[in-house]
């Protein structure tokens, strides 16, 4: 069990660009989630993946937002036409298969935008 | 929609004094989670709380829950410096699986 991993740690960009994450879950977990932190903040729900199915998509998504899970293994979460606003920490967990695990998050990816 | 509500959301204790931490929630759920997120990291699981009544402690904290209330409780006995964090307690309602947090408890136990 080597956590989950998220990468890059940190990223800055220019508002405008397009930016993507990379999330890869422990290995045996098939629901992945992603989540934004504002400081101060708790984590905000963003969607949620079963295996490669995007099962939950949270209103906070704008169509600028776009997340998938090919193969049902790494995750990737893009931002297209970043804005100030969108700075935050981005943070990716998993979970088993059975209702009552918790999450196991990874430390995150932390987004600036200038 | 589902919303989870911490109180206090800042909390400064002395050292060997005991507190509570309130957790209610919006919706029809028996589970609750607690995590804890020290500054700059990641959130850790502390506690799984199942069923109503469900009791669960580590060292000097207790956690509980009340379905029936939809209030869980996070008790801290007999602060120590190293509690100092900020806990997180979230919920998943029964037909979906999007866990809701709430805003958070910044806990600083000061000497």
């Known amino acids: 069990d080597t956590g989950v991993s998220q990468d890059p740690r940190h990223k800055i960009t220019k508002r405008g660009q397009n930016v993507t994450f990379r999330c890869d879950p422990i290995s045996e977990h098939n629901r992945l989630y992603w989540y934004r932190q504002t400081l101060g903040q708790g984590p905000e729900f963003l969607t949620y993946?079963?295996?490669?199915?995007?099962?939950?998509k949270s209103r906070l998504l704008s169509d600028r937002f776009s997340a998938e899970r090919p193969k049902g293994s790494f995750s990737t979460l893009e931002i297209q036409r970043t804005e100030q606003g969108d700075s935050a920490m981005y943070l990716c967990?998993?979970?088993?298969?059975?209702?009552?695990?918790?999450?196991?998050f990874g430390n995150g990816t932390r987004l600036t935008v200038t | 929609e589902l919303k989870v509500e911490q109180n206090p959301l800042f909390l400064s204790m002395q050292e060997r004094k005991n507190y509570t931490i309130y957790c209610n929630y919006s919706?029809?759920?028996?589970?609750l989670y607690w995590y804890r997120q020290d500054p700059g990291k990641s959130l850790e699981s502390l506690f799984v709380?199942?069923?109503?009544?469900a009791v669960k402690q580590e060292g000097r904290l207790m956690a509980s829950l009340d379905t029936k209330a939809r209030l869980s409780t996070l008790h801290i006995t007999a602060a120590v410096h190293d509690l100092s964090a900020t806990y997180f307690c979230a919920t998943i309602r029964r037909d979906n699986n999007d866990m809701r947090f709430g805003a958070g408890t910044r806990l600083t136990v000061k000497p």
């Open positions: 967990a998993s979970r088993p298969q059975g209702v009552d695990s918790p999450l196991h």
């Open positions: 993946f079963q295996n490669e199915a995007q099962l939950e």
């Open positions: 709380l199942l069923s109503n009544g």
């Open positions: 919706t029809t759920s028996d589970r």
